[in-house]
Structure formats: structure tokens, C-alpha cells
């Protein structure tokens, strides 16, 4: 008997100490998370954007009079080597300049993506595989493009060296 009134007095204590585990909830169509916004994370968003920048991809490195069309007054722009600009001019030299060895490349993707949808803006993430060069070695650039009211506002860069 001592047994049973012990064992009832220890799990009345145990599930008293416990606290429960909150599970959070993900709105529909969600995934992922964002660092520091608990309350955000990745929805698919719509094509508006992602058509956005593969009209800029067919204008790339031909036309820089449309091209500066495609970006916001106020762009920041970051390239996989480390230079950074905060103006559309000096964005597109930077392009000028690295279209001097002209590789040829292809599109491999784009998606876009919003952690705040209703309050506008998309992440597109696009994917180019570049031909090799005398400077460098066959590559993937990676690009992210935040485009909000139609315009890409900031512009990130990365790449991975194919090893073939």
C-alpha cells in the first residue's frame, strides 16, 4: 500500500515540476525560419518578381540603358568578390568591367520567396552556371534579388567553383 500511495505522490509531484513544450504553429504554405523574426518565415511567393528578373537576365551585359532600368534609385549591390556599391551607375560598371572576358552562362534557376507576405517585397534566389574563362574556372553564381513595387532594390552575390 505505501508503494501505491508513493508512486501516486511522485507522479502528482513529477507532472506538477514539468512544464509543457510549446509546438509553434507555421502558418499554411510556410517553412524555414528567419534568425531574430520569430514570427516570420518563407512562403512561396508569386512569378511578377521572378519574370522581373529574368527579363533582366536577357538584357544583362547588352543593353545597360535597360538594365538600370530594373533597379530602385536607392539598390545596394554586393558581388561575390567583395565589392560593394550602393549606387546604379557604378553597379553597372562593375558589370561593364566584368563583361570585358564575356563567359557565356545559363540560367539554372529562379524562385521567389516572402517572409512577410501583405506587407510587400520578394527574395528571388536565381542560379547561373558560367562558362570557364582565361581567369577563371567554370562556376555557379548565385544571386539574391529583393524587388518590392517592382524594382530590385538590394542585389547579393555568391559563387561556387565546378570541379569537373
Known amino acids: 500500500m505505501k508503494q501505491i500511495?508513493?508512486?501516486?505522490?511522485?507522479?502528482?509531484?513529477?507532472?506538477?515540476?514539468?512544464k509543457e513544450v510549446e509546438t509553434v504553429?507555421?502558418?499554411e504554405n510556410s517553412n524555414?525560419?528567419?534568425s531574430n523574426y520569430?514570427?516570420?518565415s518563407w512562403?512561396?511567393?508569386g512569378q511578377a518578381s521572378v519574370d522581373l528578373v529574368v527579363n533582366l537576365d536577357k538584357v544583362w551585359g547588352k543593353d545597360y540603358s535597360a538594365m538600370k532600368t530594373f533597379f530602385s534609385d536607392t539598390a545596394s549591390f554586393s558581388f561575390?568578390?567583395?565589392?560593394l556599391y550602393n549606387s546604379v551607375d557604378d553597379f553597372i560598371e562593375h558589370v561593364k568591367d566584368q563583361m570585358e572576358e564575356n563567359a557565356g552562362w545559363t540560367m539554372d534557376y529562379a524562385f521567389a520567396v516572402d517572409i512577410a507576405p501583405g506587407e510587400g517585397g520578394d527574395w528571388v534566389n536565381a542560379a547561373y552556371t558560367v562558362d570557364a574563362t582565361k581567369s577563371e574556372p567554370?562556376?555557379?553564381i548565385y544571386e539574391w534579388y529583393y524587388v518590392r513595387?517592382?524594382?530590385?532594390?538590394n542585389f547579393l552575390q555568391s559563387k561556387r567553383v565546378v570541379l569537373e
Open 149 to 153: 513595387d517592382g524594382k530590385i532594390q
Open 38 to 40: 520569430e514570427d516570420y
Open 25 to 27: 504553429k507555421k502558418p
Open 138 to 140: 567554370k562556376r555557379v
Open 5 to 18: 500511495v508513493l508512486i501516486g505522490f511522485f507522479s502528482l509531484f513529477v507532472s506538477g515540476c514539468t
Open 32 to 34: 524555414g525560419f528567419v
Open 80 to 83: 561575390a568578390e567583395g565589392d
Open 43 to 45: 512562403h512561396i511567393s
